[in-house]
Nanobody
Framework: QVQLEESGGGVVQAGGSLRLSCAAS????????MGWFRQTPGKERKFVAY????????YYDDSVKGRFTISRDNVKNTVYLQMNSLKPEDTALYYC???????????????WGQGTQVTVSS
């Protein structure tokens, strides 16, 4: 298994940027698809983006497409989410997760971080 820990969240005004990081430890990090999800109180966890183990394949939810960029550095065992042009509706607890397959649904991700809060003010 892989252990994950997110960082980089905070409070930012609308239109601003943040970069989230997810540090991984454990075995075979480079072979995992890595995803970002977000959740607000009272709502289900929603997909944000994923990146394949090689970094060759990325996919984004329509709500963040063109604004967010997912990337990974397998040497550093870290995955990133660069968030630009942030909107108040981006406010959520952001989770990093690892899957053995390309997937955009939480149920396929077996390892999760504890989350990092992103708050976007209007």
């Amino acid at each position: 298994q892989v252990q994950l820990e997110e960082s980089g969240g905070g409070v930012v005004q609308a239109g601003g940027s943040l970069r989230l990081s997810c540090a991984a430890s454990g075995r075979t990090f480079s072979r995992y698809t890595m995803g970002w999800f977000r959740q607000t109180p009272g709502k289900e966890r929603k997909f944000v983006a994923y990146i394949s183990w090689s970094g060759d394949s990325t996919y984004y939810d329509d709500s963040v497409k063109g604004r967010f960029t997912i990337s990974r550095d397998n040497v550093k065992n870290t995955v990133y989410l660069q968030m630009n042009s942030l909107k108040p509706e981006d406010t959520a607890l952001y989770y990093c997760a690892a899957s053995t397959i390309l997937a955009a649904e939480p149920k396929y991700f077996g390892s999760w971080g504890q989350g990092t809060q992103v708050t976007v003010s209007s």
